[in-house]
């Protein structure tokens, strides 16, 4: 028997055990079916919601059951509990932009009037140009559940990182660069770097993926997402500087780097920002591309050829 879930209350999706537990996804689903442990009858708790067809279940529940059975492979299972409850129906970019309010101003922020949150935000955006919109239509529970990463983390990159680990950026997930990948493009780029000016030169991000820019902008002097008026896209962007600490603008006079990943776009689209690319360059600018051997290598026909 299931009974409805309420807005507030925590659950945990079996992805998000096994996240908390440290074990794959598989051992959660054994552990269900195995109520005896060291030969004590200890049943897994019963999920209390199907919604879409994804089974929740009651988070301190879990963690008591977790605590009780000793299994899994987290010590700190209830410190970290709350990291992987995040509450349904609240956006990834409304968690990162509370958490960027939460680290530039260190405030906790889950019990402030929605009066006192604006005047936060008013005072370190108040152009807009990042996070005040997000912020203006932010939910009690995203502020509650960002207090609750911020708290269970070494700090604002790692509460980054386990918000974009979390239920709530697995709904939108994409592929990513391995690591070894986005080292080789740091390579690349901080040579590059180092032949137009030794003293530092800006990186400018193009398109592409978050995550890269902004490994490869840890080696330079600042990171630049233009546009007078930023896309949504470039505002998730410079959100995601500012928690990481890396100094960041919208434009710059000096030469730069401009780095564009074109990977997941199709062969018309890729050729199309490439071309974007290489037209908005300086004369000193130099601009690292990274995209599929089969737009940018391989032998291609007809009009995309040309383009090419």
């Known amino acids: 028997v299931m009974v409805a879930v309420t807005g507030s209350e925590a659950t945990l999706t079996l992805r998000d055990i096994a996240a908390l537990a440290g074990v794959q996804r598989a051992v959660v689903s054994a552990w269900r079916t195995r109520p005896t442990v060291r030969g004590r009858s200890l049943p897994f708790p019963a999920p209390i919601d199907d919604t879409g067809g994804i089974l929740r279940f009651r988070r301190d529940e879990i963690v008591e059951w977790l605590r009780g059975t000793g299994r899994g492979n987290n010590p ?6 709350p990291v992987w409850s995040a509450p349904d129906g609240v956006s990834l970019e409304e968690l990162v932009a509370l958490l960027c309010l939460r680290s530039v101003t260190g405030e906790e922020i889950g019990e402030l009037g929605h009066d006192e949150l604006m005047d936060l935000a008013e005072e370190i955006d108040p152009d807009d140009r990042f996070l005040l919109r997000e912020v203006r ?3 009690r529970a995203g502020m509650r559940h960002v207090d609750d990463v911020f708290e ?35 390579t690349v780029a901080t040579a590059c770097a180092r032949e137009l000016a030794p003293a530092g030169v800006p990186l400018v991000h193009t398109g592409g993926s978050h995550r890269l820019s902004l490994a490869v902008a840890a080696d330079f002097a600042e990171l630049i997402v233009p546009g007078s008026e930023p896309s949504d896209d470039n505002r998730a962007l410079l959100r995601r500087a500012m928690i990481r600490d890396i100094e960041a603008d919208t434009e710059t006079a000096l030469p730069g780097v401009h780095l564009c990943s074109v ?4 062969t018309s689209s890729a050729l ?3 071309d974007r690319v290489i037209l908005g360059l300086d004369r000193l600018d130099v601009a690292v591309i ?5 737009v940018l290598c391989d032998e291609l026909r007809g009009e995309a ?3 090419r």
């Open 272 to 274: 199309d920002d490439i």
């Open 76 to 81: 700190d299972i209830h410190l970290d509990a």
């Open 137 to 139: 239509t932010a939910t």
């Open 263 to 266: 990977l997941g776009s199709d």
């Open 152 to 186: 269970a983390s070494r700090g604002p990159g790692e509460a980054l990182d386990l918000l974009e680990r979390g239920r709530t950026a697995r709904e939108h997930a994409t592929r990513e660069l391995a690591d070894a990948a986005l080292e080789l493009v740091r």
């Open 290 to 294: 990274l995209g599929p051997a089969s």
């Open 305 to 307: 050829e040309r383009n």
